[in-house]
Structures are given as structure tokens and as C-alpha cells.
């Protein structure tokens, strides 16, 4: 009917330029939206039973979680700072960060699990720590309003993204100019990584590189300090 319309008054004003044109705008796709990259990756975490997963993100043994107080040195948080732990998963490293940017700072435990997210504010409490805010997020979106943190913290979760451009697209948005993105995952390499994480990990090191510098960000550190996983540091660029 509105294309009757449309075309019946371009005809009559012999504007039939116009009316291409106009059929053109309505018809053109507004942006291709991105394809899971992983579907199913995240299964586990929906319902996720908390106790059995702080066995699994908090033994020893586990790099990131033997190695946390080095890597929470190495992002030199200072009071007053607003971090992400996006992926927040059991919660070590947002309490950890909440203490490092104390009372006047703030921290967002982002997960997509409501259960990692109520348990996280639950243990938060316990340990008298009043400065942690919890975001049950979506797989596209970390829900954070734009330029409202100064650093976002990813570990062991950007192979856990389905969607991963437009995750970054809305971690860029968040961060505040010249604000930090840090990404820890595991290597992926033929000969030192082991069977399960050549298959369960979509993308090594270099591929994650050009998948963040695609979104506006610039690398400004390629840390040694892990063996297992490698430790990249962004700064965002462009606006
Ligand atoms: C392997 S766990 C790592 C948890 C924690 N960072 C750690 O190192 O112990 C991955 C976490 O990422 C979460 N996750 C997956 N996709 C996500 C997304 N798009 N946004 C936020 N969290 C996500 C999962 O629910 C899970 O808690």
C-alpha cells in the first residue's frame, strides 16, 4: 500500500528518479549482523552450578588463577579507577580489582550468567567489599553506558565470545579516551598448547590482534609474563 502510494505520487510528479531512489533506502539491508562464531560455547555457564565452577576457575595449577596477583600488579590499578571484569565467571579477580581501587573506585563483574553474577555480589558482601556492581549482560552487549570505565579486563573469555566484533564494538563505546583494554586467553600453538585447546579455542594471538586493532583499538604490549596464555594490552584509539 505505501509503495502504491509512493509510486502513484512520484508518477505524478514525474519523479520517477526519486521514486527509485526512495525504493532503494527501503529495501537496502540497515548492516550485516554479525554470525555466532561459537555456537553452544557457553552452555554450561546458564545454569551454572556456582561451587563446582569455583572448583574448576579457582585450583591450583590453573595459570591465571596461580599467577593473579602478578597479573593484577602488572595492570597497575589505581584508587579511583572504574574496571570491567568482563566474564567475571567465579569472581576472584573483581574482588581482587575492587580492593585495588578501593572506595572510590568501582568495579562491574560482566557476565552473561545471572547465577556467577548473584553469587559474585553474594561473596562480595561477605568480604565487606561495597564497590562492585553486577551486570548480567547479553552475548552481543556489555551493557555499560559509554565512556564509563577507564579499563576493561578479559580473561579466559574472548574464545568464549559468540559474537566478538560487536562484543568489542560495545567494549569500545565503554571505554573513557585512552581508556585500556587487556586480554588474557590461551595460546594456541601446534606443539606447546594441548589437544583441548587447539580444539575448543576459535583463534590464536595474531587473529585476536587483528580482531581487536579491527575495532578501533591499538596494541601497546605483548607480555611474557604467562606461559599458557599470552597477556595483550590495548589502548583505544579513534573516538
Ligand atoms: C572460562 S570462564 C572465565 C571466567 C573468569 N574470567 C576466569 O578467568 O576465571 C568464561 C566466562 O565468560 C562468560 N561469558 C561468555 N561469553 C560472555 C560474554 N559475551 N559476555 C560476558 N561474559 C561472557 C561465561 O559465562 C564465563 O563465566
Known sequence: MLLKCLYT????MNLQ???????????????AEETNVNPGINKYYHDAEFQRWVSVFERPGREVYDKRHT?????????????????????????????????????YAVDISENFIENILRTAKKQGLNNIEGIVNN???INLTPDSIDLAFICDTYHHFEYPQTMLTSIHQSLRPGGRLVIIDFRKQAGLS???????????????????EKAGFRLTSQSDLLHRNYFLSFIKSGN
Open 194 to 212: 594441548t589437544g583441548w585447546v587447539m580444539s575448543h579455542v576459535r583463534a590464536n594471538e595474531e587473529t585476536v590482534i587483528k580482531e581487536v
Open 139 to 141: 552475548p552481543k552487549s
Open 17 to 31: 528518479f526519486t521514486m527509485l531512489l526512495a525504493l532503494c533506502l527501503i529495501t537496502l539491508p540497515t548492516g
Open 9 to 12: 505520487f512520484c508518477f505524478k
Open 71 to 107: 597479573i593484577v600488579s602488572a595492570l597497575a590499578l589505581k584508587p579511583g579507577m572504574t574496571v570491567a571484569d568482563i566474564g567475571a565467571g567465579t569472581g576472584f579477580y573483581t574482588h581482587l580489582f575492587a580492593t585495588k581501587v578501593g572506595a572510590s573506585g568501582k568495579v
